[in-house]
């Protein structure tokens, strides 16, 4: 009797040590409850194309290149994909890289200058099309033009040539390399050079753009033909 006593108290030790190492497991597989995320910041242009947007410093930047095929008072701007033709223009035009729609969805689109600055308006209700001062404000804010396009650069190699040096994207602005259109009408460096236009005229030929290279992490400044299309950030009035 003493013996089936002293197997029948080991038995319920053992049980009791089994529900409580399974009460132990079970708490610590319960997740950590996480923070909501905060809500996303986005709008619309007159095609209905969606942008989120990100705060830098004081100004409200576009965090995709702009994609809309009308002005924003709902004129359509003319789609030009005959290299000829796109080298005689004065006026607005845009297309799509290599004319191949396809690369507009993750790359957006190219616009001359004379888009850019439009009677119609190219930014969205609320937005202009970034000036040379904002780009400026922008590099100064993130320690100068040297090292600002890394933190604006979409990071890895997903859409940008390696090696992609000290690109982190710490600020959400990713940019991306969405190439260029000459003013000749050839198209140029998809994957490898992103080049956008500021709102800003140099002289009567040439206007302000900046350029980020798959090579470094630099934001160039340059002037450029007003021909030339490329890609356009807009932010916030």
Not at 4 to 29: E, M, P
Not at 166 to 191: D, E, K, M
Not at 193 to 214: D, L
Request: glycine share 8%.
């Amino acid at each position: 009797m003493k013996n089936k006593n002293s197997v029948l108290f080991l038995l319920l030790v053992i049980i009791g040590i089994v529900l409580v190492f399974s009460y132990q497991c079970k708490k610590d597989d319960t997740p950590t409850p996480q923070p909501s995320p905060p809500a996303e910041q986005c709008f619309k242009d007159i095609d209905g194309n969606v942008y989120h947007y990100i705060t830098i410093g004081k100004q409200q930047w576009m965090a995709e290149n702009l994609k809309t095929c009308r002005y924003r008072d709902g004129t359509v701007i003319p789609n030009v994909t005959d290299s000829a033709v796109w080298s005689t223009l004065s006026t607005g035009a845009y297309c799509d890289y290599k004319n191949n729609p396809s690369n507009s969805i993750v790359y957006g689109r190219l616009y001359n200058w004379y888009a850019v600055v439009n009677t119609h308006i190219l930014a969205p209700s609320g937005w202009h099309v970034a000036s040379d001062t904002d780009w400026t404000t922008l590099c100064s804010y993130l320690g100068g033009e040297t090292i600002a396009g890394g933190k604006l650069k979409e990071n890895g190699t997903a859409h940008w040539r390696i090696p992609n040096p000290g690109a982190t994207n710490s600020t959400g602005f990713t940019a991306l390399p969405g190439g260029c259109r000459y003013s000749n009408g050839t198209f140029y460096s998809l994957w490898e050079y992103g080049y956008w236009w500021t709102s800003t005229k140099k002289t009567s030929v040439y206007a302000w753009s900046r350029n980020m290279f798959f090579d470094y992490s630099k934001v160039g400044r340059d002037d450029e033909n007003m021909p030339g299309g490329f890609s356009v950030r807009c932010v916030k009035d």
